[in-house]
């Protein structure tokens, strides 16, 4: 499922994390590993794009730690498309 061919997603809009891009997770603390991998799947707030075009995501991990990634838009769909 690619972002090109869909929608573009707009900020405040709710999005899926479809798949954890390559190399996201390097270098990260387990629990920033830990938390993202748990987002996979999930409603995920989409904040902002950044000079890049990646989409800016926050959510928050099973203890309320807030979190930020970004991520190409290729590894995101709206909530829509992600339960089609």
Known sequence: MMMSKQRKSKPG?????????PGLLEGLPTEDREAIAEAVGK?????????K???ELEFRDRNGVVHFIFV???????HEQAES
């Open 13 to 21: 809009d709710t999005v899926v994390l479809i798949k954890i891009p």
């Open 43 to 51: 409603p995920i707030r989409l904040n902002e794009y950044d000079e």
């Open 53 to 55: 075009g990646r989409a």
């Open 72 to 78: 190409k838009q290729d590894f995101i769909a709206t």
